[in-house]
């Protein structure tokens, strides 16, 4: 095999393997995707749960008075021979409530969790290697002797 071919070959060895799990459609990208929303769902449900838990608070302290005065005792640091009143609201046609998630919806970091190199830095280096290894292949067996006998037939 000539240097030429085996540094061919290994060339396409090379693109492959990077194309199968480096590129922006390879195995590395998918699985740093499902990671993702794995934890975009699982912050969504803390989300719905925690919203329900306030739609009920509000629903408890809407109908009863005697919840309301705990909660405003416990917030508002009152004794208990303080009063509190509750003045009624009126509804206005302006106030609809959203169902806007809040903007800080990822966590910052992974906790103590090994993190794993961003996926440039892996493409950076896979690259370098390959050229590397290519030109090392092709400068080691351009250095090797022929084997071959070059006859002519005439």
């Known amino acids: 095999m000539t240097p030429t071919k085996a540094s061919l070959l290994v060339t396409y060895i090379c693109a492959?393997?990077?194309?199968?799990?480096?590129?922006?459609?390879?195995?590395?990208?998918?699985?740093?995707?499902?990671?993702?929303?794995?934890?975009?769902?699982?912050?969504?449900?803390?989300?719905?749960?925690?919203?329900?838990?306030?739609?009920?608070?509000?629903?408890r302290l809407k109908n009863d008075a005697y919840a309301l005065e705990q909660e405003a005792r416990k917030y508002y640091l009152l004794s208990?021979?303080?009063?509190?009143?509750?003045?009624?609201?009126?509804?206005?046609?302006?106030?609809?409530?959203s169902k806007a998630l809040p903007s800080p919806i990822r966590t910052a970091g992974l906790g103590g969790e090994w993190k794993e190199p961003p996926l440039f830095l892996l493409r950076f280096f896979f690259i370098s290697f390959s050229v590397f290894l290519i030109l090392g292949v092709y400068f080691k067996l351009k250095r090797l002797p022929h084997t071959s006998k070059q006859e002519r037939l005439n």
């Open 16 to 59: 492959g393997l990077y194309l199968g799990l480096l590129s922006e459609s390879g195995i590395a990208e998918r699985m740093r995707l499902e990671k993702e929303l794995q934890s975009l769902n699982a912050e969504v449900e803390r989300l719905v749960v925690e919203n329900q838990g306030l739609e009920e608070k509000e629903r």
């Open 80 to 97: 208990e021979t303080a009063h509190v009143l509750k003045f009624e609201e009126m509804p206005s046609l302006s106030t609809q409530k």
